[in-house]
């Protein structure tokens, strides 16, 4: 379990629909743990004879705005101490929310490597929309639809450099 691969953002933006489609084909190797690890999960991937272990954050419990930046921050905050690379998942079809702009700049103060991945890019007609998240501070952006696939490959071929 060293390459381990943390996906974060706030809610909606395609976490788990990206983390399905790197995990597919791969049963999860960890379901259920409890307290604040009880909605991540784990899976296992390959890209390029790289072997990773990939988490999927989220299930949020959204009773009011601040139980709902709050888990986001310790999810965050997780993936920081835990992750080999961090991809931090944004989607281009609602721009930049309060939210990501409160998770960049708690990843800004990370040393891991953090991958901005913009999602739902589903044709290029929304590249244009794509250059925003520029504006994250985090370098340099991914651009994929975790729906068709499109992208993925890639921002792994980049990932397992890190590993
Ligand atoms: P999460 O809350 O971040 O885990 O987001 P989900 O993976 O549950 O996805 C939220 C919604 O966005 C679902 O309706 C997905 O089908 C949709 N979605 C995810 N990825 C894409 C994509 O690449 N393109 C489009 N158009 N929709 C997507
Ligand atoms: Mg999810």
Do not use: C
């Amino acid at each position: 379990m060293s390459n381990i691969v943390a996906i974060v953002g706030r809610p909606n933006v395609g976490k788990s629909t990206l983390y399905n489609r790197l995990t597919e084909t791969r049963k999860a190797i960890v379901d259920d743990f409890s307290g604040v690890t009880r909605d991540r999960h784990y899976g296992v991937a390959e890209w390029l004879n790289h072997q990773f272990t990939v988490i999927d954050t989220g299930g949020y419990v959204a009773n009011s705005d601040d139980v709902f930046e709050a888990a986001i921050r310790e999810q965050v905050d997780i993936a920081i101490e835990e992750a080999s690379v961090i991809l931090f998942i944004v989607d281009v079809t609602t721009g930049i929310t309060d939210l990501d702009d409160e998770i960049a700049t708690r990843l800004r103060k990370s040393s891991k490597p953090v991958f901005v991945v913009v999602n739902k890019l589903d044709n290029n007609s929304q590249v244009a929309d794509s250059m925003v998240f520029y504006s994250l501070g985090l370098g340099e952006i991914y651009s994929i639809s975790s729906m068709t696939g499109s992208g993925t490959g890639e921002l792994l071929d980049e990932v397992v450099k890190h590993f």
